[in-house]
């Protein structure tokens, strides 16, 4: 935005206690639960991508699919580790990333069947990532309403 560009009134850079609110939330973000929560994601990210070889499985469309979400879930959780106030509020994005992991043995599959390991292991994936998006929009939130 243009310093000569008429500022409106959602604009939250004029609010009296903006500074104060930024420094809430900055606090709450880079501190020992977050940085918990962001290796946790990226520890999370990692296992899924390597998980079809840890519980043998032997379908390539779920080798792929865990490869390339687990990857970007990696990458996600990087991501709020290096530049937190930038990611904190998409921390949401864990959720359905965790819903698509405990649907994707049945989705994903060719006949759409998968072994019994497979099924748990993403289950128990999915469950985790929909634990920590929720966790993330908890610590997201409780930041918000102490700027209250």
């Not at 310093?3 to 604009?11: I, L, Q, V, Y």
């Amino acid at each position: 935005m243009s310093e000569t560009a008429p500022r409106h009134a959602s604009d939250i850079t004029t609010h009296p206690d903006a500074r104060e609110m930024q420094e809430r939330f900055a606090k709450v973000v880079q501190g020992p639960r977050a940085t918990a929560l962001d290796g946790m994601v990226v520890l999370l990210g990692m296992y899924l991508a390597i998980s079809p070889w840890v519980v043998h499985s032997i379908d390539a469309n779920l080798r792929v699919n865990n490869l390339v979400i687990g990857l970007t879930l990696a990458a996600f959780g990087f991501g709020l580790a290096l530049q937190p106030e930038r990611l904190y509020r998409l921390g949401w994005i864990c959720v359905p990333v965790g819903v698509w992991m405990i649907i994707s043995p049945w989705v994903v599959t060719v006949g759409h069947t998968a072994g019994r390991a497979v099924i748990w292991n993403n289950v128990a994936i999915g469950a985790v990532a929909v634990l920590l998006g929720l966790a993330s929009q908890g610590m997201t939130m409780g930041a918000v309403r102490r700027r209250r």
